[in-house]
């Protein structure tokens, strides 16, 4: 039961601890930490997958990748990156899928997508036409290198960041920008002679553009110069360079311990985003598109399914929508889809879920990769529904093969109107025309 559900409903705790790759490969293993040292800084071609341990395609990927690095050896680089477990750096190049290939060539702040096969013949190819194309670059002047300016940050590349992203903050501007704001706020006080912030500055500069995408805008970077402002300064106790707080709306600074690549200071960024994030919305299932583009996005989509309006009013239906908004604000970090429907509007998903016999409310999380589903079996509430979800985490529980191995047909309804419900009008019939038979029937009886 154990082992079903870490193929299935996986990011288990035992599968984000088990590389998909491993020193013995030729592909090297990069995270937020070696990222950038190893790829943008470098001038050699890189191949990077984006996985996911779950993920199926990505494991039938895996050992030809290994034949194309292998076979690449000393020629191109051939990287991984576990995107599922460093969701900062998939985030920063776009990715949404697994495997997603990318090109890193003579501009590593603009990597090309690679579309051709996933068989290890087809990846070498691909990387020798990409290595033929560089060096033709280089000779007719074209590209000098790598691209990556290690001097600065105000390039405006991805890569390389803005510097306008980096929010000047002062003496007069700080309290309005900073303490007032909704937004989570990391903020560096430098000093202009400080040779560790000159070294910051790049990376500073690198995260903040990328920060600033990533989570459109609700986590800031800001800077100090802390020998001109130093009524700032001196409020919050600062003795060295460079000083990194983390300022949250209504809360204590917090001082920032973790590492100064832009790698680690996204993905604290990240973090703090998560945690900051509104909760994911809970949406009715109306149409087909609605239940994929939840779905398909996510490693899970929890599915409930609510008593007909008619027998629990709207009262009641709103107390179960309360105990699903309540879980999806708990397990807002999982980034899973939440959906609800009524029993009997979609009676395909019912029946591939095997929901109906158990009575509703009811509940099932789906992998849609993997077609896969668990039920809930336990009560419909904030214990139950916490103990279900745990397991799941964790990597326990019973899954079951969703009906057909296919997503179940979506039938296109109309959304709940919010009101109570009302029974069906019958229609009266005028009957004063009718000559009854007083024998009707009689024989019958």
């Not at 599968?15 to 790829?39: C, G, H, I, K």
């Not at 943008?40 to 895996?62: K, N, R, T």
């Not at 690095?69 to 991984?80: M, R």
């Not at 995408?213 to 001196?234: E, F, P």
Request: charged fraction near 25%; charge should be negative; hydrophobic fraction near 35%.
């Amino acid at each position: 039961m154990g082992p079903l559900l870490l193929g299935v409903l996986g990011c288990s705790l035992v599968l984000s601890v088990q590389a998909m790759y491993s020193s013995s490969d030729y592909v090297v293993e990069l995270t937020p930490s070696n990222f950038n040292r190893e790829v943008i800084q470098s001038d050699s071609l890189w191949l990077v997958e984006f996985y996911a341990p779950w993920c199926g395609h990505c494991q039938s990927l895996a050992p030809e990748w290994k034949k194309a690095a292998t076979a690449l050896k000393g020629i191109v680089k051939v990287g991984a990156v576990d995107a599922d477990q460093h969701k900062s750096l998939g985030g920063q190049y776009g990715v949404r899928g697994f495997p997603t290939i990318k090109i890193f060539g003579a501009n590593k702040n603009k990597p090309e997508e690679y579309q051709g096969g996933r068989s290890s013949q087809a990846i070498v190819d691909g990387a020798m036409n990409s290595l033929f194309s560089l060096v033709k670059d280089r000779l007719s002047g074209k590209s000098g290198g790598s691209g990556y300016s290690k001097q600065g940050g105000g390039g405006g590349g991805a890569g390389d960041g803005n510097k306008r992203d980096v929010v000047e903050l002062t003496d007069d501007n700080f309290d309005k920008t900073v303490l007032d704001s909704d937004e989570v706020w990391m903020v560096e006080f430098f000093a202009p002679w400080c040779g560790h912030c000159k070294n910051l500055e790049p990376e500073w500069t690198a995260a903040a553009t990328a920060v600033k995408g990533q989570t459109k805008g609700r986590v800031r970077l800001g800077a100090v110069d802390a020998t001109v402002h130093q009524v700032i300064s001196s409020r919050y106790g600062i003795r060295g360079f460079p000083t990194i707080k983390i300022f949250r709306k209504g809360e204590e600074p917090e001082d920032y311990q973790g590492g100064r690549t832009r790698g680690d200071i996204i993905e604290k960024a990240m973090d703090l985003f998560s945690d900051n994030a509104p909760a994911p919305e809970l949406v009715e299932i109306l149409n087909e598109d609605l239940l994929k583009m939840t779905c398909e996005d996510s490693q899970l989509c929890i599915i409930a399914v609510l008593p007909h309006i008619l027998d629990t009013g709207a009262a009641g239906r709103n107390g179960y929508l309360d105990v699903m908004k309540k879980m999806a604000e708990k397990y807002k970090k999982k980034q899973w889809g939440w959906l609800w429907t009524e029993a009997g509007a979609q009676m395909d998903l019912e029946a591939s879920l095997g929901i109906g016999g158990f009575g509703y409310p009811a509940m099932a999380a789906i992998n849609s990769r993997k077609m896969k589903f668990a039920l809930l079996r336990g009560s419909f509430s904030e214990t139950g529904i916490h103990e279900f979800l745990r397991e799941l985490s964790v990597g326990r529980g019973s899954t079951a093969t969703l009906g057909g191995g296919i997503m179940p047909k979506i039938h296109s309804v109309e959304p709940w109107d919010g009101k109570d419900g009302e029974l069906p009008v019958e229609d009266d019939y005028d009957l004063s025309d009718v000559d009854l038979d007083d024998d009707f029937g009689k024989d019958e009886l």
